[in-house]
């Protein structure tokens, strides 16, 4: 997870004020799609039972109410995050 801290770190250090709209709309698009691929590997991550549960006990999962997580094909789209705040990865 240093790397993805490490990307995270680089990406915050950007001052989005000095880019121009498109490259804003760029690295927003890019972004989203980053961020949906990382909710799906937390569900990936969460589908053992025992993960969910140690996670769940240690306060790192917590259910959201009114969302669902992606974990299956009959999952609602997920809040989007710019909408309502950050969200904590939900477990089942």
Do not use: K, N, Y
Not at 6 to 21: G, I
Not at 42 to 54: E, F, I, K, N, Q
């Amino acid at each position: 997870m240093g790397e993805l801290g490490s990307v995270v770190t680089t990406l915050r250090a950007e001052v989005l004020a000095e880019l121009s709209d498109a490259v804003v709309e760029e690295r927003f698009a890019e972004l989203h799609r980053a961020h949906e691929q990382l909710e799906a590997e937390v569900a990936r991550s969460l589908s053992t039972s025992s993960v969910a549960g140690s996670a769940s006990a240690r306060g790192i999962c917590r259910a959201r109410p009114g969302t669902r997580h992606a974990a299956g094909p009959r999952s609602a789209p997920l809040a989007q995050p710019w909408a309502s705040g950050a969200r904590s990865p939900r477990c089942r």
